[in-house]
């Protein structure tokens, strides 16, 4: 008996004791932390976290710590100066908004058990704040969160699972809260037989799932710059050009390497929603089993189907020309490992502005001397010939020879893709200035090649030798007045579009700028 009250009194102590450190904890983080928050004005963080002192209960202690993890996960991963200016400029002209929102959200977080929740919350609220989750969206993430468990967001991080049906209760989870889906219909006892086979089940990942895991995922995002306007834009590029020109030193390493002052020449792609991958239209259709690229399985069958097809329109293209053949198909809407880019700023702002979502655009930029340097040791200009070498050696082992089971660790095969300017044989590559990416072997999306390092930045450089990619953002509410803009440049539908389709869109979109305008 006395050992058993010696046990009891020893484990009230440890409680006891945990809880005065907990306590001093969540005191801590109240005093050092949330002061700065970007919420600290709104009434209700202000009554629940600033002005709350005497935290004595291990429950009040918990939600402290919760609201605490959420509010320093907002501060964290918001080090942009002017991203908290404009958040903060959003807060307050929707400040009763915002306020029942942030009610809820304290209501959700201090449910949660473990310390990861309050984080991804945190994340989702930023996205929220950034215009990429409704509030309907956010709620239900918010909602869903509290029947995950932390080791879920490392399923989905994987697109597709394959178990025996014995294995896959996680899986399931997951499928019925919609974030992924069962391919395979389980097996049924059939007749007298009321035995079960214990058969292997494929799940696949949801859209709604994807953006959830990618929002959720603890590695950082490329660093957003944001304009609002083509004066910003314009001016935003002529301080990159300068950050990222750099001279090498005379006591480079490599011996062979001139001293020299290497000045940027960037690539560009539009696009109307940010969160998009670069990654080109034949790895990003997977509806066989295991999420197995459909068409790039049958990529040498697309293509020469589509040469069957369409070299009678083009009689001048010898059906041998791989190469022109790819960038025929890919100009007309055909699933290759092409990509388009432009070497004219405001051509990709038009693209990534005309679209019509809510979603906030992005242009993306590839600092082309950077990438070159990062990815294939070049410290010179790139000549011709060689370009032209690596396009055909691309297209030989990927599409004509498809010898896929051989590219891992031998170094004869292209692994990243190819930049290159390619023949402009139609007046429409020549106003948009094309520019195309050729995948090699490895088929991920490009931003998986990068590292932090790689990222260009407009302030605070510390990469100008290695900056290669960067990404610029449009709010959806600055598309209209931008495309405006871009029409007094003279970049509109007719000059994107030469031709008769051009001059109509044109048309169109001038007469209804002109009827808003009344």
């Given at each position: 008996m006395a050992n058993e009250y010696?046990?009891?009194?020893?484990?009230?102590?440890?409680l006891g004791q945990a809880k005065d450190c907990l306590v001093d904890l969540g005191e801590s983080w109240i005093d050092s932390k949330l002061p700065e928050n970007l919420f600290k004005e709104?009434?209700?963080?202000?009554?629940?976290?600033?002005?709350?002192?005497?935290?004595?209960?291990?429950?009040?202690?918990?939600?402290?710590?919760?609201?605490?993890?959420?509010?320093?996960?907002?501060?964290?991963?918001?080090?942009?100066?002017?991203?908290?200016?404009?958040?903060?400029?959003?807060?307050?002209?929707?400040?009763?908004?915002?306020?029942?929102?942030?009610?809820?959200?304290?209501?959700v977080v201090t449910n949660y058990l473990e310390s990861e929740k309050p984080q991804m919350?945190?994340?989702?609220y930023l996205e929220r704040l950034d215009g990429g989750l409704s509030w309907e969206e956010f709620a239900e993430y918010a909602s869903m969160l509290n029947q995950l468990i932390p080791g879920d967001v490392m399923l989905l991080k994987e697109p597709h699972h394959k178990r025996k049906q014995s294995q896959c209760r996680d899986l399931l989870r997951l499928t019925a809260l919609g974030l992924m889906y069962e391919q395979d219909s389980p097996n049924f006892p059939d007749g007298d037989n009321d035995t079960i086979k214990d058969e292997e089940t494929s799940f696949t990942i949801t859209e709604f799932g994807k953006?959830?895991?990618?929002?959720?995922?603890?590695?950082?995002?490329?660093?957003m710059m944001e304009v609002h306007s083509i004066q910003e834009y314009i001016s935003l590029l002529e301080k990159l050009e300068k950050l990222y020109t750099f001279r090498t030193s005379n006591n480079v390493s490599i011996a062979w390497i001139p001293n020299f002052t290497y000045k940027p020449h960037f690539i560009y792609r539009g696009h109307g929603d940010y969160r998009y991958t670069i990654l080109p239209g034949i790895f990003r259709s997977k509806n066989g089993p295991e999420g197995i690229e459909v068409y790039s399985l049958f990529e040498h069958n697309i293509?020469?189907?589509f040469i069957s097809e369409t070299c009678r329109y083009e009689p001048k293209v010898s059906e041998n020309d791989i190469g022109a053949w790819l960038e025929i198909a890919q100009h007309f809407g055909v699933p290759t490992r092409l990509l388009d880019f432009t070497e004219n700023p405001l051509v990709a702002l038009y693209f990534a502005c005309s679209d019509a979502s809510t979603a906030n655009a992005t242009v993306?930029?590839?600092?082309?001397?950077?990438y070159n340097r990062k990815f294939f040791g070049m410290y010179r200009a790139v000549q011709a010939t060689e370009s032209k070498y690596k396009v055909n050696r691309i297209i030989t082992d990927e599409i004509i020879s498809q010898n896929f089971a051989q590219h891992a660790g031998l170094g004869q095969y292209i692994q990243w893709p190819w930049i290159y300017k390619p023949h402009y044989r139609e007046?429409?590559?020549?106003?948009?200035?094309?520019?195309?990416?050729?995948?090699?072997?490895?088929?991920?999306?490009?931003?998986?090649?990068?590292?932090?390092?790689?990222y260009i930045v407009d302030e605070n450089v510390q990469n100008s030798a290695c900056g290669v990619i960067g990404k610029i953002q449009?709010?959806?509410?600055?598309?209209?007045?931008?495309?405006r803009q871009l029409a007094l440049c003279g970049i509109n539908e007719k000059y994107i579009y030469p031709g008769i389709d051009g001059i109509g869109r044109y048309i169109n979109k001038k007469y209804l700028f002109k009827s808003n305008n009344m």
């Open positions: 010696m046990m009891v009194s020893s484990i009230t102590n440890v709104v009434p209700i963080i202000k009554m629940l976290m600033l002005g709350r002192t005497g935290v004595r209960t291990v429950k009040e202690c918990h939600e402290v710590r919760q609201i605490s993890q959420f509010l320093l996960t907002i501060d964290t991963e918001c080090t942009d100066e002017a991203r908290r200016k404009r958040y903060i400029k959003v807060l307050n002209e929707n400040a009763k908004q915002f306020e029942k929102e942030l009610e809820y959200v304290t209501i919350l945190g994340r989702l953006k959830y895991a990618e929002i959720v995922k603890s590695e950082k995002v490329i660093c293509l020469q189907d993306c930029l590839i600092n082309e001397p950077g007046e429409r590559m020549n106003m948009q200035q094309s520019v195309f990416m050729l995948w090699g072997a490895d088929r991920r999306p490009l931003e998986q090649f990068m590292v932090p390092d790689d449009i709010k959806h509410e600055d598309k209209e007045k931008i495309l």
